[in-house]
């Protein structure tokens, strides 16, 4: 089961028909954005939970193209995610994963250059918590992540120039808890949170790909799968 809020959300795709584009985003949240999941189950073979709750997300991808962007978001409620899960047996994957994002911009460009100039104020507090009781399981993953303010940015064959200011005024905290009787294989657990997080990644895009994954509770799904 998900449970997904995400208050506002912005998404733009530039492809190679103008050789420049611009691009602005102005967003505000005043009050919280909340989000969560319960599981209950008996007797199963995999089961996953997972909260996922965004104040502002903003997006925006070029192919081919030159583009100047400008971005202000400002969240002055809580961005809150918590996922639970009770299970009598698995016996195979059990993931529970809960992911809160005040102010959340990517921004991606290939063959073509990105100017950007950003502004993330997170006023309010943030907080995502996972939680799993269980009896024996094949393998267990919990993990939790919070940010008030996030910014990820990538250039492929092209030049990236940002200007980015960001600015967290609440309390930010991540929380894990598991609890299995036994477990057979693997068992993770981990808890991220951070106030202020800016990454200028890789041309190639894999740091890119891991950083948006660390924000994504499916990805932890992936991972007990394997």
């Given at each position: 089961?998900?449970?997904?809020?995400?208050?506002?959300?912005?998404?733009?795709?530039?492809?190679?028909?103008?050789?420049?584009?611009?691009?602005?985003?102005?967003?505000?949240?005043?009050?919280?954005?909340?989000?969560?999941?319960?599981?209950?189950?008996?007797d199963?073979?995999?089961?996953?939970?997972?909260?996922?709750?965004?104040?502002?997300?903003?997006?925006?991808?070029?192919?081919?193209?030159?583009?100047?962007?400008?971005?202000?978001?400002?969240?002055?409620g809580?961005?809150?995610?918590?996922?639970?899960?009770?299970?009598?047996t698995?016996?195979?994957?059990?993931?529970?994963a809960?992911?809160?994002?005040g102010?959340?911009?990517?921004?991606?460009?290939?063959?073509?250059?990105?100017?950007?100039?950003?502004?993330?104020?997170?006023?309010?507090?943030?907080?995502?918590?996972?939680t799993?009781?269980?009896?024996?399981?094949?393998?267990?993953?919990?993990?939790?992540?919070?940010?008030?303010?996030?910014?990820?940015l990538?250039?492929?064959?092209?030049?990236?120039?940002?200007?980015?200011?960001?600015e967290?005024?609440?309390?930010?905290?991540?929380?894990?808890?598991?609890?299995?009787?036994?477990?057979?294989?693997?068992?993770?657990?981990?808890a991220?949170?951070?106030?202020?997080t800016?990454?200028?990644?890789?041309?190639?895009?894999?740091?890119?790909?891991?950083?948006?994954?660390?924000?994504?509770?499916?990805?932890?799904?992936?991972?007990?799968a394997?």
């Amino acid at each position: 089961m998900r449970a997904a809020l995400l208050t506002s959300i912005a998404l733009l795709s530039l492809t190679s028909a103008a050789l420049a584009q611009t691009a602005s985003n102005n967003q505000y949240q005043a009050r919280s954005a909340i989000s969560q999941t319960d599981v209950a189950a008996g007797d199963v073979d995999d089961v996953a939970a997972t909260a996922v709750s965004g104040g502002n997300v903003y997006a925006v991808e070029s192919n081919g193209a030159v583009i100047n962007a400008d971005n202000a978001q400002q969240m002055d409620g809580a961005a809150s995610a918590d996922a639970a899960a009770s299970v009598n047996t698995s016996w195979g994957n059990e993931a529970v994963a809960a992911a809160a994002v005040g102010n959340g911009y990517t921004g991606a460009t290939t063959s073509g250059g990105m100017t950007l100039r950003s502004f993330q104020a997170g006023n309010g507090d943030t907080h995502a918590g996972a939680t799993l009781d269980s009896g024996p399981a094949a393998n267990a993953a919990v993990s939790a992540s919070a940010g008030a303010n996030v910014a990820a940015l990538s250039a492929d064959t092209g030049d990236l120039n940002a200007a980015l200011e960001q600015e967290s005024n609440g309390r930010v905290d991540a929380a894990t808890r598991g609890s299995n009787a036994a477990v057979y294989g693997d068992s993770v657990a981990d808890a991220i949170a951070s106030a202020l997080t800016a990454a200028l990644v890789d041309p190639e895009g894999e740091s890119l790909a891991r950083c948006l994954a660390a924000l994504d509770p499916q990805d932890s799904f992936r991972i007990a799968a394997e």
